[in-house]
């Protein structure tokens, strides 16, 4: 018997009429972003092999794949990420192209998770990757275009925050503890835990390092974090990035205005796929984050072509929901209707052809009957009847 032929999978679900146009709105507007900074774009299959997405950099859980079989045997998965196959691509089909490489996609992910607690399964999203340069620049490029991406959607009420992975991969690396254990603590940090991070804290030892661990997500705000930070501990390394992420932070500023860009060195997202500065962008009417990225120069040598890279990837999904909050979209309405009596069908399919090439709408009636015809017309307010070539009424 079946059970599931009316309903979609978990964290799965149709989209209407005035979703599938705002959506569409959406996609175009920060497309014109992207392509007015020099981004081409590309496209990856939706199925990849799982070998893709197991290297140092990019290691996904396999319980959050969806998972399938090719008649090989061979393990495929849904893509779960975009950065990783557009990495594969870098390093294969575009390894001798000019660096640096600005590339976008918009394409969907699939992520599952045991109950999904609320999640999509399926999110859409499109990005940008800025491929083959470490510099300064490029990070300013791309944050500059998060911006304006986040300033485009919904009334652009925007907040961006900015970390670097490397200021909790500094302190970590300085206690004798095992990848497991740091992974706990990045957890426990990311996740804003205090007690559980200062009960495994404890269990560590007592040091400087244990104590700056501890403040870290308390980390946030505007310039004072800097102060904050270094007060906790200071090292020559610790001191350079945050010398750096200051810099940054005052450019930025500079862009957006000191009221829209806070600093996070609690944001440590994951660390075996970040390397350098993160970004985490949120709009007004959305409780979470609606763009995320940041640098990642290790992550293409995984593939065999050792060149840095940073990006970000929106959640078009997230923006649509904030959209349709902001305003009700709907289709544009129908011209005319076109009636064919007997015999006149093709001259009917003229007209509505040169109606077309004008710039209107048309729809040719599929009814017997002009009455018929009418009835439908008034019930989807379509105001002009054309009866072969000939106007016979319109609509009130």
Known sequence: MKINDLITPEGTKDLLFNECITRQNIENKIHKIFKSGGYSELITPCIEFYDVFTHNSSHFSQEKLFKLMDC????????????????????????????????????????????????????????????????????????????????????????????????????????????????TIRNYIKAKN????????????????????????GLFGGEEVFEKA??????????????????????????????????DLGMVNKTDYYTGVIIRGYLEGYG???????????????????????????????????????NSVTDKNIDAIIYAENGFEIEALHTADKLRQEGSTAELSLFDTIEETIAYAKAKNIAKIIKVNEIVTEVE
């Open 230 to 263: 270094s007060q906790l501990f200071s090292d020559e390394k610790i001191d350079t990035i945050l010398t750096d992420l200051k810099e940054l932070y005052n450019k930025i500023s500079k862009i957006a205005g000191k009221g829209k860009i806070t600093v």
């Open 194 to 217: 205090y007690p559980a991070l200062n009960d495994f804290l404890d269990n560590i030892g007592d040091n400087q390092v244990i104590q700056a661990l501890k403040r870290l997500p």
């Open 288 to 326: 979470e984050e609606v763009l995320s990225g940041g640098r990642y120069d290790k992550l293409i040598a995984d593939f065999g072509y050792d060149i840095p890279a940073t990006g970000f990837a929106v959640n078009v999904d997230a923006v649509m929901s904030v959209e349709m909050k902001k």
């Open 72 to 183: 090989k045997g061979r393990i495929l998965v849904l893509r779960p990420d975009n950065t990783v196959p557009i990495a594969r691509i870098v390093a294969t089909r575009l390894k001798d192209a000019v660096l640096p490489m600005r590339l976008y996609y918009n394409q969907c992910v699939f992520n599952m998770a045991p109950s999904l607690k609320g999640k999509s399964a399926q999110v859409v999203q499109t990005g940008i990757e800025l491929i083959g340069s470490s510099s300064k620049m490029a990070d300013l490029e791309v944050i500059s275009t998060a911006i304006n991406v986040l300033s485009s959607c919904g009334n652009g009420d925007y907040s961006l925050e900015i970390g670097d992975i490397r200021f909790f991969q500094e302190l970590v690396r300085k206690l004798k503890i095992s990848d497991e254990e740091k992974e």
